[in-house]
């Protein structure tokens, strides 16, 4: 069964960079859309990214629009999430998960077909 990890999560200072990171164990990414989502303490998990299965699409939520870039390396079987300008706003675990149908549901949490254990990001001075 195909799984997905995350990984990169840090501190980082306002304003700073992160990678994330979301590997595959199988041929998932050639199967589903893949989002990228996060939940802040206290707050719902939400959407913030997704690429789709083609690779050839990647669909942002407003507030990183600008600030994180989706990307797949299929030779490495990753997908990485870029975040630069980081705010304590981003601060969350995020998760990496495939999602079900097409990309109008690739960034909503209930379309997520399993979660992994997600990478923590703390955006802080």
């Known amino acids: 069964q195909a799984q997905l990890v995350e990984s990169g999560g840090d501190l980082v200072q306002p304003g700073g960079s992160l990678r994330l990171s979301c590997a595959a164990s199988?041929?998932?990414?050639?199967?589903?859309?893949i989002g990228w989502f996060r939940q802040a303490p206290g707050k719902e998990r939400e959407g913030i990214s997704c690429?789709?299965?083609?690779?050839?699409?990647?669909y942002y939520a407003d507030s990183v629009k600008g600030r994180f870039t989706i990307s797949r390396d299929n030779a490495k079987n990753t997908i990485y999430l870029q975040m630069n300008n980081l705010r304590p706003e981003d601060t969350g675990v995020y998760y990496c998960?495939?999602?079900?149908?097409?990309?109008?549901?690739?960034?909503?949490?209930?379309?997520?077909?399993?979660w992994g254990q997600g990478t923590q990001v703390t955006v802080s001075s």
């Open positions: 998960a495939p999602t079900f149908g097409s990309t109008v549901y690739c960034t909503d949490p209930t379309a997520v077909l399993g």
């Open positions: 199988g041929n998932i990414f050639d199967v589903y859309n």
């Open positions: 690429i789709a299965v083609s690779g050839g699409s990647t």
